[in-house]
């Protein structure tokens, strides 16, 4: 039997007195690609800082590759980008090769250089970070999530600072990953576009799951028709079967 | 040789082993801190220390204890500001002022209940390390070893919550238990600092030396090597200038802090002008 990758268990989280997260219980298993959407203010970002412990639990469990959340150790299994960081000095004296480093437990030389070539930065790895564009700054964060090949991504909002091309070659290697290695991902964005293309799940997050399941069945949905509009729900169905028949 | 003179004076050694000790300490210190943008805790936490070393000058310490004394009720009072700043409610900034002036007045409270500011208070406020006691260098010593212990091994985690503390949140990084040690070695370093600086000019030794090295655009290894030295280097040039100018020691390390920061700062645009 399979471990599950993520589980949550009846999720509850609060903002001082505003409930932002109401009860979510959900699984991801290995090879599952999950895209998470939802209005703004509407928990994605809180839900993933829960179950990275980013935020403390108020209400509900979360367990990582079959263990608690308190227990879990192998954080070099999960690559993480945050859809911004929280306080990044532009003073910071860190170069890219040493933000690359953090958290890893062996240092490959190669392999840095490696990943920083695929994500095109290959010739700022000795440059400061602080010094980078913001475009640079997250293709650093993009190639530190992925360097310890890691068994679970999450990204939120993770190409939004991206020109196309990047963006395009970003996303064909979170696929590819996902298909040929078993990476589970889960990506939160508001480009449902994007969800329909390359992710196989889906959960539509309003402070509680409005809904969770595969494209067939989003596609079916007619409460999901009152969401997004016909025209709309339409597009992304539309993107998920060429994706599926030209993948 | 006139050093060479001046070094033979037990006191004069003990001062410059004290000063250099304790603005090493700083100085590796200031660069976490400065880079979270919480530079003001030094002067934050020198206001605690005025309250905390009038409360043991009431309570009838020796003067030879008094900074061993105040030590706890200053790491209290950072773990406090830690605290408050934790709170969603409250902005660092704002939990260091509040800290900082509750401090400064039960100082002012305390020290006028004991009759008035006396000569060992304002040796603390404008600081003497001339007075250095054999205590006092130990302090400074084992806050030396704990700081020097503290970055080399946490280290990694160091520099993931300076980067970023949600990032290091995420990659397991112990960040809360990173923070205390942090907040109670800046605490401690700040008590023993009161005594080169003086409570008013505390917050120098942890901003100035970090600063400057900040603007050298070093990595992150060397910028706190350079933040180490622009601390020894001021430390000893002005103890050495305060002897022959006959000047108060503590404002004189604390104008060769600033006269570094201003000649790399010159020396940057120097060096732009010219490209």
């Keep these: 039997m399979s471990v599950n990758i993520i589980t949550t268990e009846n999720l509850t989280f609060c903002y001082n007195s505003t409930r932002v997260l109401d009860d979510i219980s959900l699984g991801l298993e290995k090879g599952d690609y999950l895209g998470i959407v939802g209005p703004n203010g509407s928990g994605k970002s809180t839900l993933i800082k829960n179950i990275l412990g980013i935020l403390p639990l108020q209400t509900g469990k979360v367990f990582l590759f079959g263990q608690s959340l308190h227990e879990f150790s192998r954080w070099d299994k999960i690559g993480y980008l945050p859809q911004k960081l929280s306080s990044l000095n532009t003073h910071f004296p860190g170069s890219v090769n040493e933000i690359l480093e953090m958290g890893l437990r062996r240092k490959n030389a190669r392999e840095k250089q490696q990943v920083l070539e695929m994500m095109g930065i290959g010739h700022l790895a000795a440059r400061l970070i602080g010094e980078l564009s913001y475009g640079e700054q997250q293709r650093a964060l993009l190639a530190r999530s992925l360097i310890s090949r890691p068994e679970l991504l999450i990204f939120d909002e993770p190409t939004t600072a991206l020109d196309p091309e990047t963006r395009d070659s970003f996303y064909a290697l979170t696929e590819k ?38 494209f067939e069945d989003f596609c079916a949905s007619s409460e999901m028709t009152g969401f997004f509009g016909s025209g709309s729900q339409h597009i992304i169905c539309h993107q998920h079967d060429t994706a599926k028949r030209n993948g | 040789m006139v050093f060479a003179e001046i070094l033979k004076f037990e006191f004069v050694q003990r001062a410059l082993v004290t000063g ?26 020198a206001h605690v220390t005025f309250g905390s070393v009038a409360a043991v000058i009431l ?22 500001i830690l605290h408050l700043t934790r709170s969603r409610r ?10 900082s002036s509750v401090g400064i007045a039960l100082g002012v409270i305390m020290a006028s209940v004991s009759g008035g500011y006396n000569a060992d208070l304002l040796s603390y406020l404008f600081g003497n390390i001339l007075t250095a006691t054999q205590a006092e260098l130990f302090l400074s ?4 070893c704990a700081v020097i212990l503290f970055v080399v091994f946490f280290y990694p985690g160091l ?7 949600e990032l290091a949140k995420s990659i397991g990084v112990k960040t809360n238990l990173i923070n205390i040690i942090l907040m109670a070695l800046t605490a401690a370093a700040v008590v023993s600092a009161m005594k080169i600086a003086g409570i008013m000019l505390v917050s120098a030794l942890l901003i100035l030396p970090p600063v400057t090295a900040l603007q050298l655009s070093f990595n992150f290894k060397k910028t706190l090597v350079a933040s180490a030295l622009f601390a020894v280097f001021s430390v000893a040039g002005g103890m050495l200038f305060s002897f022959f100018l006959n000047m108060p020691s503590g404002a004189t390390i604390v104008i060769f802090n600033a006269l570094f920061l201003f000649v790399v700062l010159f020396a940057k645009k120097v060096i732009q002008v010219r490209r």
């Excluded at chain 1, 480009?191 to 196989?200: E, H, L, P, S, T």
């Excluded at chain 2, 250099?20 to 936490?45: A, N």
């Excluded at chain 2, 309570?59 to 406090?80: D, E, H, I, K, Q």
């Design chain 2, 159 to 165: 520099f993931a919550l300076t980067f970023d503390e």
């Design chain 1, 177 to 214: 990953l996902n298909r040929e290695h078993g990476t589970a991902v889960v990506l939160v964005t508001h480009d449902v576009g994007i969800i329909g293309k390359f992710a196989r799940r889906m959960l539509y997050l309003d402070k509680k799951i409005i809904f969770t399941g595969t």
């Design chain 2, 141 to 144: 010593l084992f806050i030396f």
């Design chain 2, 90 to 99: 409250i902005h660092g900034d704002a939990a260091i002022g509040i800290v």
């Design chain 2, 20 to 45: 250099l000790l304790i603005g090493f300490s700083c100085s590796l210190l200031g660069v976490f801190l400065v880079l979270r943008r919480l530079s003001l805790i030094g002067d934050g936490l």
């Design chain 2, 59 to 80: 309570l009838g310490f020796s003067p030879l204890y008094v900074t061993l004394a105040a030590l706890p009720l200053v790491v209290l009072s950072s773990l406090a």
